[in-house]
């Protein structure tokens, strides 16, 4: 998500409203609309039930799909861009999504409280990402990048992916869309294309640690016992 970001900014966001917020939309609403009325119709689950398997299963990998997207150079094309717009949706949808179960799971919470305590946490989060942290990422690059040691600058990068990641999830959002406006603050910078180049020999080792992670919590036992 962060080399996604990359690629982008706030004013080429601004233009992609279409593959954003219709694309992904449509992608979204109809997935769950569809998957729901299996769950419940078809394999009778309850409504609660029915809805957060729709709404997850709705969600697609943004690993997955963005390394079949580069390694058959599509990145480009219409069809690429309208995939990355989706999947920028897609993660955006997960904060609404997560509500939900959390109102679903628990009837003393309050929706109004919990609407409330996201959207501060969403002004907090653009306010520390977007606006001191396009400064504070600039100023770790260009201090970094005039040591002239490649170590020190990786490390500056890493900081910035993972202190913007860890600082989403922190506030109730996903790591990836912390990555993701780590992206689009550098995308900016001078600096975007040193960074870019850094990343390429840790970006497929590190996908295939994220792939090994998510094998390792696969429980087969309980996975055959509940099929």
Known sequence: MFS???????QKITQMRQEVLLFGGLQIGLSIAAFFAVCYFLLRFDFNTSIIVASAVSLSSTA??????NETNQS?????????GILVFQDIAVIPILLLIKLLSNTNLSPI???LNTGISAIVVVLLLIIPG?????IALRSSAKMKTDEIFVGAVFLIILGSAYLSKYFGFSLSLGAFL??????NSPFKYQVASVLVYFRDVLLGVFF????????????????
């Open 4 to 10: 996604i970001g990359l690629e982008f900014s706030f």
């Open 64 to 69: 997955i799909v963005l390394k079949q997207i």
């Open 76 to 84: 480009k094309t219409p069809y690429g861009t309208a995939c990355v």
């Open 113 to 115: 409280e919990m609407l």
């Open 134 to 138: 396009r400064f504070v990422a600039r």
């Open 182 to 187: 780590a992206g689009m603050i550098i995308s």
């Open 212 to 227: 090994i992670t998510i094998g390792m919590q696969v429980d087969v036992l309980f996975t055959a016992k509940y099929f």
